[in-house]
């Protein structure tokens, strides 16, 4: 019963971190747009990080009495470089959000990130572990499936449509309809 149990809180960890880190991409680039396109998000991010990583969990160990024990420089340490690889993360997001480019969307962005974020871990751990001489074909095929999935993504994603189609004069009927609309304008003020 106890692992059930485990199992079903890693579980839930894994949707919140989902959930989450699915949804991220689309709202930092809204936070970004709303904000002119500048850095200025990922000052938020950095408050958001405060907030949720050092305030609340602050709150908790304190009310435990587990604030002050168990730190190790090590821990410390490891712990940090991982918040600069987070932080530097949401940085590399924001950058490609402001490339201007077609492929420089959400929908973009965040697949090609998530899809080489596995072949990253899946290199460090399984070089730190020694575990290359252990790893079969198929992992080989299922790293090289990531790549090109990638890449397809990259090549085929929905673009939108072209910022200067919407910049060109109204068509002609939407010209006619705008005219009609004007001169309806003086009679309705007449009567």
Same mark, same amino acid.
């Given at each position: 019963?106890? +692992? =059930?149990?485990?199992? =079903?809180?890693?579980? +839930? !960890?894994?949707?919140?971190?989902?959930?989450?880190?699915?949804?991220?991409?689309?709202?930092?680039?809204? @936070?970004?747009?709303k904000l002119g396109g500048s850095f200025k998000?990922?000052?938020?991010?950095?408050?958001?990080?405060?907030?949720?990583?050092?305030?609340?969990?602050?709150?908790? =160990? #304190?009310?435990? @009495?587990?604030?002050?024990?168990?730190?190790?420089?090590?821990?410390? @340490?490891?712990?940090?470089? #991982?918040?600069?690889?987070?932080?530097? !993360?949401? =940085?590399?997001?924001?950058?490609?959000?402001?490339? !201007?480019?077609?492929?420089?969307?959400?929908?973009?962005?965040?697949?090609?990130?998530?899809?080489?974020?596995?072949?990253?871990?899946?290199?460090?751990?399984?070089?730190?572990?020694?575990?290359?001489?252990?790893?079969?074909?198929?992992?080989?095929?299922?790293?090289?499936?990531?790549?090109? @999935?990638?890449?397809?993504?990259?090549?085929? #994603?929905?673009?939108?449509?072209?910022a200067h189609a919407a910049d060109h004069a109204?068509?002609? %009927? %939407?010209?006619?309809?705008?005219?009609?609309?004007?001169?309806?304008?003086?009679?309705?003020?007449?009567?």
């Open positions: 019963m106890e +692992s =059930l149990e485990k199992l =079903l809180f890693m579980l +839930s !960890g894994v949707a919140l971190t989902a959930i989450c880190w699915g949804s991220y991409g689309a709202v930092l680039h809204e @936070g970004q747009a998000p990922l000052i938020c991010v950095g408050f958001a990080y405060f907030v949720v990583a050092i305030l609340i969990p602050g709150a908790i =160990l #304190a009310s435990q @009495g587990k604030l002050w024990t168990g730190w190790s420089f090590s821990g410390i @340490g490891w712990s940090s470089a #991982a918040g600069v690889c987070g932080t530097l !993360g949401a =940085l590399g997001i924001i950058l490609a959000f402001s490339a !201007g480019s077609s492929a420089s969307k959400p929908w973009i962005v965040m697949p090609l990130v998530f899809g080489t974020a596995p072949i990253i871990i899946t290199v460090i751990s399984m070089t730190t572990k020694g575990l290359w001489s252990q790893a079969n074909p198929f992992y080989y095929a299922g790293l090289i499936l990531i790549v090109v @999935g990638a890449v397809t993504l990259l090549f085929c #994603a929905p673009r939108g449509k072209p109204p068509s002609a %009927a %939407a010209a006619d309809h705008g005219q009609e609309a004007d001169a309806a304008k003086p009679e309705t003020a007449a009567e």
